[in-house]
Structures are given as C-alpha cells and as structure tokens.
C-alpha cells in the first residue's frame, strides 16, 4: 500500500450521488487529523479552462470539496484531464492522470479521487476506465449506485455488474454505498452484494439535495431580479407551479419553498401572490418568476414596488411554457454556497455510513496529534452522542437561525430558541432554513412568566424583589433563558451574538449561580493550535483577580480542560519563574499556587512560571529543572485580564490559531457567551461546547 492513503469513489451511473459520499468521506478523514486532498481524474473543466466550461463554471462537484476546511489544495493541483484528452490518447491519458495524482498525494496523507460524472462516455465502459484508474494508483474503491426508482431485485444486479467489473479491471472494492434509495431498507443489505464480506450502506434518498436554488432558475430562464432580496435567491425551490388558474385555485395549490410563474401582466395574480406570502396562515413561496418581459404598470407597480416584498420577484422575456420546461429540468446541486444541502448531505453520510468500518477498511491510523479541525469535529461527535437541549435567546438573528439549521441538522443538540414563533420561522423559511426540529418560545408566553417570575422572587427575596417586578425583569430574554436552565426547561444557554456579555452573563451570577467549591466565574479560551490544544483562562470576566480568584480560575481551567480532551497540566504565569523573583504581583501568583495544592493535591501546577518555561522544553530545563509541568503545560492561568485577554489574541493573529471561546466556567449550569461578531461556526461550536459541558452538569 503507498504511503498516502486513497480511495477511489466511482459510480456505473451517472446522477449517483458520488459528491456526497465523497463529502462524507473527507469529514471522516479530517476528523484523524489527516492532511485531505482531493483529485478528480477526469472532469469537463480542464484546470487550464476553468471559468470557461459550460456557463462559464467550474467543476462544481470539485469546487465545492476543495472549499472544506480540511483540504489545502487549488483547483489546478487537483484536475488530471479533460474527456479530450482521453479521446486523444486513452494511454497517454492514463500517464497524465497517474503523475498529476502523484503531484497531489505528495502533499496529502490521504487522497479522495472522485469518479467520473457520465456527461461523455457512458456504461460499463467508463466504469471500467474508473477501475483502471484505481487500479494504476493502487487505490481501493467506494461504488455508489443510486436506488431511486429501483426494486432492491435491480439494485443488486446493479451492485454486482459493477462490482464485477471493478474486479475484472483489477480495482479493490472495499464496500458499497447505496445512495438515493427510496425504498424499504432490504432486510440483509449485505445481500446486495453476495459477498458478505463485503459492506452495503443505505443512504435514503434526499428530494431537498436535487432542488434547484432560485438563482438557479432565473438563470435556467435568463431572467433578472426585479424585486425582493437579493440574498435569498439562494433558497431552494422546493417545486415550480405554473398560475395559469382562478387566483382562489392557485392559492389552494401553493406550497413551502414553491416558485410560482405567472405572466407578467397578471398583475390579480401578483398582488394575491404578495398577500399570502405576507400572511402567516399561507405557505412561504420560494419565488415568482414573471413572463414574457411584462411587469404590472401604473398605480399597480407603484403598489407592488410599495409594498417592498422579500420574495424575489424574476422577470423573463420567455413566455410562460418555454419557462416552465426550462425550470422543470432544472437539476440541483451541492455547491460552495449551499450550507444546508452541505449539512443535510454531512448528516446522511454519518447517520447510515458506519465510520469505524470504513476507517478499518482504508486502515487509516489516530495520530497522536490534533488540529483545529479534530478538535472540531470532536466536539460535535461527543455532543452528538448525548443530546442535550441548549436554549439560543435570540431568534431574531440570522446567524443563530443558520446555526440553529446546522445543530438541528447534524444532530448535535435540541434546541429551543426564544422568539415570536410566527416571526422566527417565517424568517428561518424565507431564508431556506429548516428549524422544525426546534422548540419557538415566546419571552413573553404567560405561563412560563408566571412560574419564571415566582422563581425569581424566591431567589431575590433578600434584595426585596416582588412578583411585579419579577415578572417584568424575566422577560429580558436572557433572564428568561437563563430561568429556563436554572429550571431544567433547558440544559444549557448560548447568547451574546446581539447582546453584550454583561447582558448575557449577568442573569446567570445571580440565578444559577457558582458551582460547589468554587467563588469565581471565570472565561477560558481552547486555542487549538497546529498540533494541539491549550486552555487559556481567565480571558474574558474577571479583571484583576485576587488570590483566591486565581485559584479558582485554575480549578476551573484544569476542569474544563479534562473535560474537553486535555489533560490538564497548570502553569501559574507570571513575569518571574520559581524563586528568583518577588514583588506584590509574584507573590499573588505564588500565593495562589499554593492554594490550588491545598486544595487539589492531584493536580500538576507550578507557578510562578514564565510563558517561555510552561512551553518550551529546553528553557524549562535550565530554569525548573525536573517539573512536571515546565516545558509540558497545557492550562495556562494569566495573572490579570490584560495580560490573558491580549496573549490569547497575539496568539491567534501571529500564530495562526483557532481560539474557541469564550467558554464560561465555574457556574452551576452552563452559560456561554458569543462575540457580537461571532460567525455560524462560531456559534455551532458554541452550542457544542454548551452540549457537552452539560453532559457533565448531569452525569
């Protein structure tokens, strides 16, 4: 076996699905901390032609792989050839592939060579060029059938031709993916193949993957956006419906994600269209496409354009039938851009590809390493495995309903978001989002007002709170959010992508409160460097903590970072390592050692200590010789918010790392706080961390 892992993912078939499958098997790659590269031997779009294929696009199969955050590849590096290239010279052709995929696998622990897509040769015969390709890299082979529209009868004969000619080409089938499958799962998938040592994974079929975005079909018809918001031609179109009929029957046949194409001067139409996608008891469309050039004139386009609809509204100088052929062919794609179809796909593979078996299959070894990205999909993987609900305050937010589809879709929490309910999923749909999954509160709902308020006037009842007021403070949504954590209506809150971190942490001092044994809240970040991660605390609450502060805020850190996967080894930094130095500052640190080994004798921790010392082994042993901590550490407690809140941003800048946080620690309940320029990943780690800091709240 070459020493760069590969596989090959091919297909007898074309529309099989293979991208998924590959986008599958790229998470399970990163997620060993491998270096991914992906290659695709044979495309449309040569490296040397791409923007200048069909429609002036490039493979966006390969497009859209090269964007993961796992490869480090351009598009160049990773094309072989064009189908030209193969009619040319099949031997020549063959040469180039073998050498451009040598180029990638120097530069990539694994490969992922994805097939080719049918659109020149089609059959037996390409699937017998894929094998030979996998057979010249030495690479083992994924074959992916689609079994939409098939009997299991079909689907098996399908497997084992192409299982067949793989073999017969001298390639090395190591399972089989059924993809697209919309029947009953077979009772013995494994009998698909005949080889019962070989596996079949059955991923269901997935109408929302194949739905063309509205973007799409205003180009399918050549067609401009007249009105409505730009950025949600994005959305999928779930179904196109001709208003050809009475307004009162085209109503009736209106549906969530639906495009709607009516002649241009139907202005009854329009205006009715506009009226129910403004009420809350309709369906969301998706779009309107107006045809024939027409737009509603006078006083009625003047209404229409008053109006200031979202929905967008298309217009095309096609007439009705042409647009309504064009946008029924119209096929769907994964692309770069589509976030949800991503989290969708991402979500199939894990729930029906079993992981372990396949890693067994490729022999892919752990290292003892961990990147960003490990440390990423790790954090959804534990919070996967125990759900727990996290509740986001605000619904109002686009960037917590992107999230909130991620976390739903990958199953890495329930959640409840806070929200007028109509609002927030009118919203979450017009913006393609699928929130069904989530519970929508109201801050204001009487009934959890009431016991919301009671509780909180127990609580303050020694700063003279009445049930008046209580009832007033506790629909600020991050009191009520925090309410419900404090009453187990939620596991977990994430808040501040709107709200400052007072806003957001300060409910949480006086309702739920610090953790036995501990009087501080502090804030630590994960900085998941190239090869490992580090916990730097406090960088986020208190700014010149005293003593006992600085003790706490190491109990904590060494806590949070056995809870996340690091074994905790404490460096109690100052300006000054061990006894050469003294001073106020250093004897606080000291100080604060000292409590920290009387009051937790089974934690390793040295301080006062110098960055340089806790890092590098080499001036550890010339300053703390024989420390268990010098040289090794892996928590680091800074003596003052300036100090902890600057490093850790020198080191994000100049080093390159990923800082994760701030993650709160010390309460009872966890309660974490996002920058107001959090991104959606941000925001979903945020939640996974919330979920699993949870997990250890309740165990």
Not at 229 to 237: N, V
Not at 366 to 391: C, G, H, K, N, Q
Not at 486 to 515: N, Q, Y
Request: hydrophobic share 45%; charged share 20%.
């Amino acid at each position: 076996m070459p020493a760069t892992r590969s596989i090959v993912i091919a297909s007898p078939e074309g529309d099989s699905g293979k991208s998924t499958v590959a986008l599958g098997v790229i998470d399970l790659l990163v997620r060993q901390g491998q270096r991914v590269g992906v290659f695709r031997p044979v495309s449309r779009v040569s490296s040397a032609a791409a923007g200048d294929g069909p429609n002036g696009e490039r493979d966006h199969v390969l497009a859209m792989l090269l964007e993961h955050d796992g490869v480090d590849l351009t598009y160049e590096e990773s094309v072989g050839i064009t189908y030209d290239d193969i009619h040319a010279s099949l031997d020549s052709a063959m040469s180039r592939i073998v050498a451009r995929y040598h180029e990638v696998a120097a530069k990539c622990d694994s490969v992922v060579v994805l097939g080719t897509d049918y659109t020149d040769v089609s059959g037996p015969t390409e699937l017998a060029f894929n094998a030979k390709i996998a057979a010249n890299l030495g690479a083992p082979v994924i074959l992916v059938v689609s079994g939409r529209g098939r009997s299991d009868e079909d689907t098996k004969a399908l497997v084992q031709i192409g299982l067949g000619e793989l073999r017969a080409n001298h390639a090395q089938p190591i399972g089989v993916v059924v993809n697209r499958y919309d029947g009953s799962t077979p009772a013995d998938v494994a009998a698909l193949t005949a080889d019962p040592s070989l596996p079949v994974w059955v991923v269901p079929e997935e109408p929302f993957l194949q739905a063309p975005t509205v973007a799409q079909l205003k180009d399918a018809v050549g067609g401009e956006l007249w009105l409505g918001d730009e950025e949600l031609l994005s959305r999928e179109a779930l179904g196109v419906l001709v208003g050809a009929m009475s307004v009162e029957h085209l109503l009736d046949h209106l549906s969530d994600g639906a495009v709607v194409i009516t002649p241009g001067d139907r202005s009854d139409v329009i205006l009715s269209l506009l009226a129910a996608q403004a009420a809350s008891t309709f369906p969301s469309m998706a779009g309107i496409i107006l045809t024939g050039g027409l737009v509603p004139q006078g006083t009625i386009g003047a209404l229409i354009q008053a109006l200031e609809p979202h929905v967008p509204l298309i217009i095309t100088k096609q007439d009705t039938f042409p647009v309504a052929r064009a946008t029924g062919a119209t096929r769907g794609r994964v692309t770069a851009s589509s976030t949800r179809k991503i989290d969708v796909a991402r979500a199939l593979f894990e729930a029906n590809v079993d992981s372990g078996e396949l890693l067994a299959r490729l022999e892919v070894p752990r290292p003892e390493v961990v990147t960003p990205l490990m440390f990423e999909y790790e954090l959804i993987e534990r919070s996967r495995a125990d759900r727990r609900r996290v509740v986001l305050p605000e619904g109002d937010d686009d960037r917590i309903l992107r999230a909130a589809s991620t976390v739903l879709a990958r199953g890495i929490a329930d959640l409840t978001i806070l929200g007028d309910e109509t609002a927030v999923r009118a919203r979450a749909t017009e913006l393609g989002l699928d929130i069904a999954a989530a519970t929508v509160l109201s801050p204001t709902d009487p009934e959890h007002v009431e016991r919301y308020a009671a509780e909180y006037t127990k609580l303050r009842a020694h700063k003279g709170m009445t049930v008046e007021r209580a009832r007033e403070i506790v629909t600020d949504v991050s009191y009520f959010g925090t309410m419900m954590v404090h009453l187990g209506d939620a596991h977990g809150m994430v808040s501040g992508a709107a709200h400052t971190t007072a806003h957001t942490i300060r409910p949480s001092f006086e309702i739920i409160k610090t953790a036995p044994g501990i009087s501080s809240v502090s804030g630590v970040f994960l900085m998941c460097l190239e090869d490992r991660v580090l916990v730097y605390g406090d960088c986020a609450v208190i700014p010149d903590p005293t003593t006992e502060q600085l003790a706490d805020v190491a109990i904590s850190s060494a806590a949070t970072a056995a809870q996340f996967g690091v074994e905790p080894r404490i460096a109690m930094l100052s300006y000054s390592t061990g006894e050469s130095g003294s001073g106020a500052d250093v004897d606080k640190v000291r100080a604060a050692t000292a409590i920290v080994k009387e009051r937790r004798p089974d934690l390793s921790v040295e301080g006062p200590i110098q960055y340089d010392a806790a890092v590098d082994a080499a001036v550890a042993a010339s300053k703390l010789p024989g420390s268990a901590v010098a040289g090794r550490a892996t928590v680091f407690v800074f003596p003052d918010l300036n100090t902890g809140n600057n490093t850790y941003k020198a080191v994000q800048r100049s080093a390159g790392a990923v800082a994760v946080g701030p993650v709160l620690q010390g309460l009872n309940k966890p309660v974490n706080d996002l920058s107001r320029g959090a991104l959606v990943q941000d925001i979903v780690n945020t939640v996974a961390i919330t979920a699993i800091q949870a997990q250890g709240a309740t165990a």
